[in-house]
Nanobody, 123 residues
Framework: QVQVVETGGGFVQAGGSLRLSCTASGRTVSNYAMGWFRQAPGKEREYVAA????????YYLDSVKGRFTISRDNAKSTVYLQTESLKSEDTAVYHC????????????????WGQGTQVTVSS
């Protein structure tokens, strides 16, 4: 199975940006679709972005379209989530996850999860 570790979270003012990284180990990361999810206190988990094995397909939550960009570097076994124009409502713990699904997959297709990285956006 694959293990994933997220880094790059932090505290930022509204309008700022952060780049989250997700490094995978254990199996060849190019065999997995990769996704970013987030969960704020008292709220349901949201499927924020995903990228297919080759990077040819991507998915974005409507509220982050045009502000977040997911990318991957399979040679470095790393997936990135570049976040721009951050808003207070983006505050959450961001989790990276891997799926063996061919394509992007539904949230239920993601079985390998990291511990998460906190993103806090102050207004």
């Amino acid at each position: 199975q694959v293990q994933v570790v997220e880094t790059g979270g932090g505290f930022v003012q509204a309008g700022g940006s952060l780049r989250l990284s997700c490094t995978a180990s254990g199996r060849t990361v190019s065999n997995y679709a990769m996704g970013w999810f987030r969960q704020a206190p008292g709220k349901e988990r949201e499927y924020v972005a995903a990228i297919s094995r080759s990077g040819g397909w991507t998915y974005y939550l409507d509220s982050v379209k045009g502000r977040f960009t997911i990318s991957r570097d399979n040679a470095k076994s790393t997936v990135y989530l570049q976040t721009e124009s951050l808003k207070s409502e983006d505050t959450a713990v961001y989790h990276c996850a891997a799926s063996a699904y061919i394509g992007l997959g539904l949230p239920s297709d993601y079985h390998y999860w990291g511990q998460g990285t906190q993103v806090t956006v102050s207004s």
